[in-house]
């Protein structure tokens, strides 16, 4: 049974409203997008959707401090990803750009500092 699923593109500002008909992981058409960019992120999104993660770690000193992964991964990690980023302590003083986890869950993305902090 086909499933009509609505987007917003996000990789421009136009915001392209799209309509994705899928078959289970299929996709049998795609409406609405206005460049090949917006059909990529519709068929990436529905297929193999990837996230950007970002929070905040503890620091040694009892703190937090803003981290993000420097790349995006599989969002159906992202809560795998967020215990990770629970169980770390940034040393500080700290910079941003700082690899607090390197290659995490084994996704190639590393979390990163992203604030300064003494």
Known sequence: ??????????VCPKGC???????????LNIEGFTCPRGKQYAIDECTSP???VTSTARTSNGGVVAVKTDRTIPKELMFDCMKEI??????????????????VLGTGANVVI????D
């Open 86 to 103: 629970n169980k770390a302590v940034a040393t500080l003083p700290v910079r941003i750009g700082d690899v607090l986890i390197e290659n």
């Open 50 to 52: 990837m996230r950007t």
């Open 17 to 27: 409203p799209m309509k994705v008909t899928l078959e289970g992981k299929e996709i």
């Open 114 to 117: 992203t604030a300064n902090m």
């Open 1 to 10: 049974m086909a499933v009509i699923r609505d987007l917003i593109c996000i």
